[in-house]
């Protein structure tokens, strides 16, 4: 049950708003999980915490950083990391080409595919 908790208030808080994608775009765009979201997201409107923006995001120490995204996450979008590749000084972008949630398999030995 947490984590369906979790979800619900990752998806009310993620954003500036309390703003929820249109009903019929989810079912004609996911038939499948779209009634499903389309249900959990309707907790926004009475969901207890508000959106917050969100706080500036920085880094200037002395450890290059290493920023990962993959190509075909339709979580994470690859703009997502993209943008977070640029706000942060001394980082890379590595791009995985892969249609998964992340790009680490811990099948492979801890390689990314």
């Not at 009634?35 to 997201?41: F, Q």
């Not at 002395?62 to 977070?84: A, F, K």
Request: aromatic residues 6%; glycine residues 6%.
């Amino acid at each position: 049950m947490a984590y369906f908790e979790s979800h619900v208030a990752i998806q009310c808080l993620d954003g500036t708003t309390n703003a929820k994608p249109d009903p019929a775009q989810m079912l004609a765009v996911a038939p499948r999980v779209g009634p499903w979201m389309v249900d959990a997201l309707e907790l926004c409107d009475v969901w207890p915490a508000r959106p917050q923006p969100l706080p500036p995001i920085s880094y200037a120490g002395p450890q290059p950083i290493l920023v990962v995204g993959t190509s075909g996450d339709i979580r994470t979008p690859l703009e997502s990391s993209r943008d977070l590749a640029e706000r942060l000084e001394r980082s890379t972008l590595l791009i995985v080409e892969r249609t998964a949630h992340t790009a680490y398999e811990p099948k492979l030995n801890g390689v990314a595919w």
